[in-house]
């Protein structure tokens, strides 16, 4: 196997997907395509004894109670899991390639002079969602509704959840109010609507899954995925996409701070992750944003 | 090392937290608490090539275009990293060990009548980090220091980064001035501090690393592991531990927070989770908070 380029590669789960060529001695075929994933294997607690016992250790920092060090322990005790996709397609590529994010740093004045424009002139659809408040799709998916129109919300799982197990639990909170496109979008004026969605929701939780609020992790994404107002409700031990700083903002706080100031988020400078292919990304580093 | 009890481990990250026993042959000391951390390390695209022709490939499974392997690279391009808390306290058991977290809402009131309290009673040792403050530990492991004694700190790599990839960086900033316990000590006067450390970090690791400021996440953790102020910064796309929503505060978003409101981290609601053992989360439990 010969690697030409690294697809992604996670520095916290230690693997990396890499494009390449492979040459089969078996089969003659020469130079064809491949993904290959390279995955470092758990640390297995029966084999701890060995690999203290029978590697090399080196020191490489010591400082009062605390010290690191090198281990090279021997190699039947720390394989890697290589798995070979081959011939690979211009798709499997695609399927494993990282796309770079970047960090953006919005202004009152960017929203108005760059996302808004940006977000209006793709007219992204809103019908699937309009589908499931008008119960004309996935209606045996709503866990709990408040029909009212200007504070209430339907409440259903997020797809990534499979509803097995409360480990994972994650649900959205869709709000029936038209409009709102996303977190810039909400004033004091909001206020009733957040409290109900927040309480409701927890409420319901407490009720269906016997989680208390304490249990639970209840947010925004700024950048939404789509622009009209939802809330996240996932399980606070769960590790959830798109749960870091960069990019989720907790109910919580953003009713704290639309009551001690009406325009917070209209007003203030709001920071989130774009992928390298995202269109509004483009209009950022051609206004020289970044 | 004698293992005595996996405290905690993760499939996912490849680590594992370990209780044991030290015997240090050089001073003779013996059987000495101590916790190990293991955790194997990212896969280094310069080794790629040395790590296919020098290992060994055993085929696991082959079914149409998919084939899994398990490779035995040489011992000294498949390190793992030891980290040795020794001696090691109760407290550092409880540290690691896997435990359940609850979301605490902490209002202003709570902090001063509940937390804070609960701080000064533990009298957390800061020795080691006014070591690296003073230099008598981990001079050589400096990056950057700005010794100016109010607006000033030191730069350098958290444990959990070996610095050999900028994919997972994860560096540390602590600040000169002592007595800043954490984002609840923070107010509009500490603005030229935490402008400076934003700064002056993000121009270091521009230089050193290559890295501009649209691919790091720079935050503060609230609760913090100890209290005196520190500042992480890490690469945006490495989900370090700790940079959800529900811990960690954008420095970008603490500067601007103080700016509009001097006193905001003295009188917001903060959430934060907590673990089941932690002594914090037993006052609020009594406090009747949770």
Same mark, same amino acid.
């Given at each position: 196997?010969?690697?030409?380029?690294?697809?992604?590669?996670?520095?916290? #789960?230690?693997?990396?997907?890499?494009?390449?060529?492979?040459?089969?001695?078996?089969?003659?075929?020469?130079?064809? *395509?491949?993904?290959?994933?390279?995955?470092k294997t758990?640390?297995? #607690? !029966?084999?701890?004894?060995?690999l203290?016992?029978?590697s090399?250790?080196?020191? !490489?920092?010591?400082?009062?109670?605390?010290?690191?060090? &090198?281990?090279q322990p021997p190699p039947h005790l720390n394989e890697m899991?290589?798995?070979?996709?081959?011939?690979?397609?211009?798709?499997?590529?695609?399927?494993?390639?990282?796309?770079?994010? %970047? +960090?953006? #740093?919005?202004?009152?004045?960017? %929203?108005?002079?760059?996302?808004?424009?940006?977000?209006?002139?793709?007219?992204?659809?809103?019908?699937?969602?309009?589908?499931?408040?008008?119960?004309?799709?996935?209606? $045996?998916?709503?866990?709990? #509704?408040?029909?009212?129109?200007?504070?209430?919300?339907? +409440?259903?799982?997020?797809?990534?959840?499979?509803?097995?197990?409360? !480990? $994972? =639990?994650?649900?959205?909170?869709?709000?029936?109010?038209?409009?709102?496109?996303?977190?810039?979008?909400?004033?004091?004026?909001?206020?009733?609507?957040?409290?109900?969605?927040?309480?409701?929701?927890?409420?319901?939780?407490?009720?269906? %899954?016997?989680?208390?609020?304490?249990?639970?992790?209840?947010?925004?994404?700024?950048?939404?995925?789509?622009?009209? =107002?939802?809330?996240?409700?996932?399980?606070?031990?769960?590790?959830?996409?798109?749960?870091?700083?960069?990019?989720?903002? =907790?109910?919580? !706080?953003?009713?704290?701070?639309?009551?001690?100031?009406?325009?917070?988020?209209?007003?203030?400078?709001?920071?989130?992750?774009?992928?390298? *292919?995202?269109?509004? =990304?483009?209009?950022? &580093?051609?206004?020289?944003?970044?």
């Amino acid at each position: 196997f010969k690697s030409s380029k690294v697809l992604s590669d996670s520095a916290r #789960e230690k693997n990396m997907f890499i494009q390449g060529k492979v040459n089969d001695i078996n089969t003659q075929l020469v130079d064809q *395509d491949a993904v290959v994933i390279l995955e470092k294997t758990p640390i297995i #607690e !029966d084999t701890l004894s060995e690999l203290f016992s029978g590697s090399r250790l080196t020191l !490489d920092m010591k400082n009062d109670i605390y010290s690191t060090y &090198r281990l090279q322990p021997p190699p039947h005790l720390n394989e890697m899991k290589v798995t070979v996709v081959c011939p690979a397609t211009e798709k499997h590529v695609k399927k494993y390639q990282r796309q770079e994010s %970047y +960090l953006v #740093e919005e202004t009152a004045e960017d %929203y108005r002079s760059i996302t808004l424009p940006y977000i209006e002139s793709q007219s992204f659809s809103l019908q699937w969602v309009y589908n499931i408040l008008e119960k004309k799709a996935e209606a $045996d998916r709503i866990i709990y #509704e408040d029909p009212d129109p200007d504070v209430g919300f339907v +409440l259903l799982p997020d797809f990534k959840w499979n509803q097995k197990q409360v !480990d $994972d =639990l994650y649900l959205i909170a869709i709000v029936h109010q038209k409009g709102i496109k996303s977190l810039r979008g909400l004033t004091s004026e909001h206020l009733p609507l957040l409290k109900n969605v927040f309480q409701k929701g927890k409420e319901t939780i407490m009720q269906k %899954y016997k989680l208390p609020a304490s249990k639970l992790r209840v947010y925004l994404h700024y950048q939404p995925s789509y622009y009209h =107002l939802h809330v996240h409700f996932t399980m606070l031990g769960y590790e959830a996409p798109g749960c870091g700083v960069e990019r989720a903002h =907790l109910l919580g !706080d953003v009713i704290q701070n639309l009551q001690s100031n009406p325009d917070y988020y209209k007003s203030h400078t709001l920071y989130f992750p774009l992928r390298a *292919d995202d269109g509004l =990304l483009t209009k950022f &580093r051609e206004a020289g944003k970044i």
